[in-house]
């Protein structure tokens, strides 16, 4: 499976983005689709997820601000995206898409190439 992020950009705080991630190749194998991020000098950390029953979980500091989301066309469900609003200073940092596979019993991670998001004060 390969993941393309897209988004990424310079907004000012109160402002907002959307994150997009399309996977390709083995999607039927994706048990889950999500976003983490990793601030300058801090490790990296879950934003959000979603399954592939459509069940959401969030980091409580985005909790109620951002929102994730999943293209169904085709059911292909092989698209998400991350609708970030009222974004803050805090929220800078390289986000990256992850995807969960299962295959035969065994779970793997597989990551996007990161994005940048930038919220000027």
């Known amino acids: 499976v390969q993941l393309q992020a897209s988004g990424g950009g310079l907004v000012r705080a109160g402002g907002s983005l959307r994150l997009s991630c399309a996977a390709s190749?083995?999607?039927?194998?994706?048990?889950?689709m999500g976003w983490y991020r990793r601030a300058p000098g801090n490790q990296r950390e879950l934003v959000a997820t979603?399954?592939?029953?459509?069940?959401?979980?969030?980091?409580e500091s985005v909790q109620g601000r951002f929102t994730i989301s999943r293209d169904d066309a085709n059911n292909a469900k092989n698209t998400v995206h991350l609708q970030m609003n009222y974004l803050k200073p805090q929220d800078t940092a390289v986000y990256y898409c992850?995807?969960?596979?299962?295959?035969?019993?065994?779970?793997?991670?597989?990551w996007g190439q990161g994005t940048l998001v930038t919220v000027s004060s």
């Open positions: 190749g083995s999607i039927s194998a994706i048990d889950s």
């Open positions: 992850n995807a969960v596979l299962l295959i035969l019993g065994h779970t793997y991670h597989t």
């Open positions: 979603i399954s592939s029953g459509g069940g959401t979980k969030y980091a």
